[in-house]
């Protein structure tokens, strides 16, 4: 019911929310008292018990939607678009956080590389796009869009090259929408280091990876929600890139 949502309730828009550092942002905001639109692309692993209570709280709404489609990316700022004017609110941030990847592999035929890249492209490029033109006349004056991108936007990885210029696109376009909506809304950007490995990542790698950090350890993904607070209160920061990478970026590469 519309009295059930508290107008004045801070409310964030974060996207690849379903699992790992996304989901992570998800349950934190909610536990601060946050309103969280939670965009995720095939599943979304917060609990169903969670999500009914604060759904009925009147604070969490989940959109599915795959960001590689034109029409899905149509349909998800219509959503988002359609809640906020239902319950007259607006929102303090968008997070854009959903990311895919995989090496660059020569072998596959053209087509798949092809396809591969695009792929890359609008989940990187072209949805932040679309989603901020599409929302940022929502975001309250002083408000942020925070992008998450990667320390190899701006040191390159042979291997992930395709998957590197995607994200290189991506802070690119943010520092462009720093100029575009200032000073209404501020934009930032957080390049992420060895946050969490995956499963499939072997000790050996895993060893290699923070032997080139300075902190020398995985960081987890608290650094990071915590990168964020710090960009949501930073009234007079816009346009900067923030490194959350335990050094990664600044170690001496000479000796890797």
């Known amino acids: 019911m519309k009295e059930q949502i508290p107008s004045t309730l801070p409310t964030l828009f974060i996207t690849g929310a379903g699992r790992r550092l996304g ?3 998800v349950e ?4 601060q008292g946050w309103r969280v639109i939670a965009h995720y692309h095939s599943s979304n692993d917060l609990a169903e018990s969670l999500q009914a209570q604060y759904k009925s709280e009147g604070r969490y709404l989940a959109v599915q939607a795959d960001l590689a489609c034109v029409a899905d990316i149509e349909v998800l700022v219509q959503q988002v678009n359609d809640y906020l004017t239902q319950y ?3 929102l303090d941030a968008i997070i854009h956080n959903a990311s895919c990847f995989w090496p660059d592999d020569h072998s596959l035929p053209l087509a798949t590389r092809w396809q591969q890249s695009e792929r890359l492209q609008a ?3 072209l949805a932040p796009q679309a989603l901020s033109s599409g929302l940022v006349q929502r975001i309250k ?3 942020s869009i925070i992008a998450i991108t990667d320390i190899y936007a701006e040191l390159p990885n042979q291997r992930f090259a395709s998957y590197c210029s995607a994200k290189a696109g991506l802070q690119n376009l943010a520092l462009s929408w720093a100029q575009q909506f200032a000073p209404q809304v501020r934009v930032n ?3 992420p280091g060895p946050i969490k490995f995956l499963p499939e990542h072997s000790e050996s790698y895993q060893k290699m990876v923070l032997s080139q ?3 020398g350890k995985e960081l987890g993904y608290e650094p990071i929600q915590q990168g964020i607070d710090y960009l949501l209160q930073a009234t007079a920061l816009t346009g900067s890139i923030v490194k959350i990478d335990g050094g990664r970026s600044t170690a001496n590469r000479y000796q890797q």
């Open 23 to 25: 989901l992570h942002l």
């Open 28 to 31: 934190h905001y909610l536990s």
């Open 88 to 90: 007259s609110i607006s």
């Open 123 to 125: 989940v990187h490029v």
């Open 141 to 143: 004056p002083q408000g």
């Open 189 to 191: 950007i957080i390049q």
């Open 213 to 215: 950090s300075l902190l």
